[in-house]
């Protein structure tokens, strides 16, 4: 049993330690972009601006699916609207397109951040179809990060891990074999269910409880 629960904690914190490596860091494309597209006019600065902001409001879509803070401070998509992070027209688009399909719209502020990429190579504002493709691939490695996010949100450990028990066969040992594992079961159980909530709890923003204190 403690095997099993063991295996379960190593489990659950490798998949804790991968989903804190996941997290997109949007300061890596701002500084590819402010390379990209250099100059002080102000239609390379919006551009600049809107990529940048595309890739953020996508991270808060998909932070909104998997973290409680994040939904907490942006129930709806009104609020990233009134933010600044969202414009009012692609609030539309959003919902337009959560009316035919329920999945996740995390990956259309990156289409749109793509396409400002397009145009800037046309306007000549880029002028290398290399720096296009370091973007590009840029944006599609923040894509990347957040699908997988979502994808470690959606399928759970399973809970097979949970039906371990200990059968004993030997009438004679019975009151010792009673107390031992009850005490096993519970400080094991205990352990279990307090780590399980402290690393979910530390990824997503959620307040880390004592795991003393949780469990006496």
Known sequence: MSFVLGFYVTLVVKRWW???RLLPWPDTLA???????????????????????????????????????????????????????????????????????PMAKYWMPLVWATNIINRARKETLITSDHVV???????????????SIISYDTVCVPLVYTQVKKKNISPSNLPHCY???????????QTHRVRRVQVFSALLGLRAVNPIRKIF
């Open 133 to 147: 493709q370091t973007l590009l691939m840029e944006l599609s490695d923040h894509r990347r990060r957040l699908g």
């Open 18 to 20: 991968e989903q804190y």
């Open 31 to 101: 500084l590819f972009v402010s390379a990209a597209i250099p100059g002080v006019d102000e239609r390379g600065r919006l551009m600049r601006r809107n990529i940048v902001r595309y890739a953020v409001l996508a991270y808060v879509i998909t932070l909104k699916h998997v973290s409680v803070r994040v939904k907490k401070r942006f129930p709806t998509l009104q609020h990233i609207v009134d933010a600044g992070i969202m414009m009012e027209s692609e609030r539309k688009i959003v919902e337009m397109m959560d009316q035919r399909s």
């Open 179 to 189: 107390v031992f594992t009850y005490l096993l079961t519970f400080f094991l159980s």
